[in-house]
């Protein structure tokens, strides 16, 4: 995987409102995405794809357009968190991923 460290630093400057992540969570949540690389990326998109198979996506996931999930899909396939990141925040989903990392990696956990 790519080294993202420049993308996460546009994560956190480019949420949906200033409120998504307070003033003192900033740099954690800037070393939460740095330390597992692409991985919450992957996991995000992996859950993403599993609720919508089940019909229960992410309202995110939901309200692309077909031409987003299919760019979606294909940097899953590809491996390829920095594309997976690119495609979120031109939606204007950069929060969903600091709040899925926030919740499910920040105490070190690594899911596979």
């Known amino acids: 995987m ?7 630093y546009n994560v956190l400057e ?22 597992h690389g692409g991985r919450i990326e992957i ?7 599993d609720g919508n198979a089940q019909g ?4 995110w996931y939901e309200e692309l ?6 760019k ?5 396939e590809g491996s390829d968190p920095a594309k997976i990141l690119k495609v ?9 991923l600091y709040h899925h990392a926030w919740e499910n990696f ?3 956990a690594v899911v596979d």
């Not at 790519?2 to 996460?8: A, D, E, I, R, V």
């Not at 900033?26 to 330390?35: A, H, K, M, S, V």
């Not at 996991?43 to 794809?49: P, Y």
């Not at 357009?65 to 299919?70: G, S």
């Open 2 to 8: 790519q080294p993202l460290s420049y993308y996460y």
């Open 14 to 35: 480019g949420l949906e409102k200033p409120s998504d992540v307070p003033t003192s969570h900033l740099q954690e949540g800037y070393d939460i995405l740095y330390r």
């Open 43 to 49: 996991d995000l998109m992996r859950k993403a794809e």
């Open 56 to 59: 229960e996506p992410y309202h």
């Open 65 to 70: 357009d077909d031409e987003q999930r299919a």
């Open 72 to 76: 979606l899909h294909k940097a899953l």
């Open 88 to 96: 979120m925040q031109r939606n204007g989903y950069a929060g969903v």
């Open 106 to 108: 920040r105490n070190g």
